[in-house]
């Protein structure tokens, strides 16, 4: 059992255990139609005590923070991550007001 964070449905509140990837309740999203908006979005909802447990309560940013606060996705594995470097992309000003490019080059192999 995942126990981190679980799904909610946006609109009846059933709640469902975050083991298995979804994104829709089934109850809703039954209701769907293609002119609409969908039903039964689900949300992710964290335990926060349970998470909060896990550290002294003078450490909990620090640690937190060395990981880029990793433990706080609802991720199963940092494996799943690109092998891309992702944030903190540097950016560079143009000759233009207003407009920046960023700088990539750190995501070559």
Not at 28 to 57: A, E, F, H, M, Q
Not at 59 to 64: M, P
């Amino acid at each position: 059992m995942n126990e981190k964070y679980y799904f909610e449905c946006t609109n009846c509140g059933r709640k469902y255990s975050a083991d298995e990837v979804q994104y829709l309740c089934p109850h809703c999203s039954s209701k769907n139609d293609k002119k609409s908006p969908p039903l039964g979005v689900l949300k992710t909802l964290y335990y926060y005590k349970k998470i909060k447990s896990r550290y002294k309560k003078h450490k909990l940013f620090d640690k937190l923070k060395e990981k880029e606060y990793l433990e706080l996705l609802p991720l199963k594995s940092e494996r799943s991550l690109s092998f891309l470097k992702v944030g903190k992309t540097p950016l560079y000003e143009i000759n233009s007001p207003n407009i920046f490019l960023p700088a990539e080059k750190n995501n070559s192999r």
